[in-house]
């Protein structure tokens, strides 16, 4: 299945880094999420686009740096993350943002140094 | 209280059990309802929505109760590739900035064995 892709797949980063993970949906939709997923807790939500316009911040610290292009694309760029951070990074999409199936990609599993 | 939960497990079965997982979701207006399953380090991926009259894919049967705010999941001739994470799922069911959530509760695992 391709309808949500993710790259990279694995990053491995110091702390001092930079690094930015690429999301892209073919599936036609027009809402588009960063979810964060550490071992043994639930899906926590970072960032909600609708129609290429961040509608949620869920609190996340500034060191994340959503992007959104176009409604097909979405980048979070990363900069001085903390260990903490070490986690499975989800991209995901819906057709619409009003609560209905979401469609996940890959994920980026990230470690940071 | 959390907004979703579930009974983490894991629950062991043997192949061809019939296995159910209940999950209780704490706000009324929740008007969407999903089961998602998620296999080790993958991506969570839909299993099947939950409608109001209970609805049933092959082995899998969903059910609603609003009244008492549950969700179950029934598997008959459990399978040992349904081993995985299950996860229920419950839009916020209001609006906030253009937006309605969803909340993933924690999962139920299920280990399936010959």
């Known amino acids: 299945e391709t309808g949500v892709t993710q790259t990279p797949r694995h990053l491995v980063m110091g702390m001092t880094n930079k690094k930015s993970l690429k999301c892209e949906q073919h599936l036609g939709h027009n809402a588009m999420y960063w979810y964060k997923q550490s071992a043994k807790k639930p899906l926590e939500l970072m960032f909600v686009y609708n129609f290429k316009e961040q509608t949620e911040n869920n609190s996340v610290p500034s060191r994340f740096s959503p992007e959104c292009p176009n409604s097909s694309h979405l980048f979070l760029h990363l900069h001085t993350l903390q260990p903490e951070d070490s986690a499975l990074y989800l991209c995901a999409s819906s057709r619409t943002s009003g609560g209905e199936t979401q469609y996940f990609g890959p994920g980026t599993r990230l470690l940071v140094l | 209280r959390k907004e979703v939960e579930q009974d983490p497990g894991p629950f062991n079965v043997p192949e061809g059990a019939t296995v159910a997982f209940n999950c209780t979701y704490s706000?009324?207006?929740?008007?969407?309802f999903f089961w998602y399953r998620q296999d080790c380090r993958k991506e969570p991926k839909l299993l099947m929505s939950?409608?109001?009259s209970g609805n049933e894919d092959g082995r899998f049967t969903a059910q609603l109760n609003r009244a008492s705010q549950y969700i179950s999941l029934l598997i008959r001739d459990s399978k040992l590739s349904d081993s995985a994470t299950y996860l229920c799922v419950v839009n916020s069911g209001e609006f906030s900035g253009g937006y309605n959530k969803l909340i993933f509760g924690a999962g139920t695992r299920l280990a399936v064995h010959p």
């Open positions: 706000n009324s207006a929740s008007q969407s």
């Open positions: 939950v409608y109001s």
